[in-house]
């Protein structure tokens, strides 16, 4: 079955430091990717997608993600982080055939250290 | 603007009583979705729809039910079977036949019982 895992559930850094977020995918076929941002008591924000067109996807807020389908992973990366930038994410997958339904991961929550 | 609506915002339920959440879009997204998340465990499907008068059972639907009268509405009932209700609820709309785009959310509601 489709399925998502991100490694660590909680990920703090420094104000400035690299942001890694970890997205890896199990599926024979690559699915279509998605990162999403959620702020406390709110709904989801979508940060990037992948759609095959390029293995970097650049997205809002400095945000990027490579596709490696050799390692089945679809991580998410920030050069320097912003204390604006805590929040949790969410890393989600879509079948390319069948269903229609998005499958997430349970979460990563990044703490930003002043 | 297009968007998706869920209200109430909060919501508090008794023991024994049904509830309705309330999501509208008026972005003319064929797919609906309903996710209940708690603390560590992502979003988890409840129901879905693709098409008005059909949706099918998602992970967890037990305790739940919906409706999809109409192409912008699916509302989801917590029947009182649903023995821990307490949690943040998202809804979500997609288009249906481009798999690499993504699902649209609205800021929850949390429902609480009292």
């Known amino acids: 079955a489709q399925s998502v895992t991100q490694l660590g559930s909680h990920v703090s850094v420094s104000e400035g430091a690299l942001v890694l977020l970890r997205c890896n995918y199990s599926?024979?076929?690559?699915?279509?990717l998605f990162w999403y941002v959620q702020y406390p008591n709110q709904g989801l924000q979508l940060l990037l997608k992948y759609t095959s067109a390029a293995t970097l996807v650049k997205g809002i807020n400095g945000f990027e993600a490579e596709f490696k389908k050799s390692e089945t992973s679809f991580h998410l990366t920030k050069p320097s982080a912003h204390m604006s930038d805590a929040a949790e994410y969410f890393c989600a997958v879509r079948r390319p055939s069948g269903t229609y339904k998005y499958i997430f991961g349970t979460g990563t929550r990044l703490k930003v250290l002043a | 603007d297009g968007g998706i609506t869920q209200s109430p915002k909060y919501l508090f339920r008794k023991e024994g009583q049904n509830v309705t959440l309330s999501c509208e879009q008026n972005l003319n997204h064929d797919a609906m979705y309903w996710y209940r998340q708690d603390p560590g465990q992502g979003l988890r499907l409840i129901y879905y729809?693709?098409?008005?008068?059909?949706?099918q059972k998602g992970d967890i639907a037990e305790g739940y039910s919906v409706s999809r009268e109409k192409k912008e509405s699916f509302p989801l009932t917590v029947t009182s079977a649903q023995k821990n209700p307490t949690a943040f609820y998202l809804c979500a709309s997609s288009i249906v036949d481009r798999l690499n785009t993504e699902a649209f959310f609205g800021q929850g509601t949390r429902l609480t019982v009292v």
């Open positions: 729809s693709q098409i008005v008068n059909d949706f």
């Open positions: 599926s024979s076929v690559p699915p279509y």
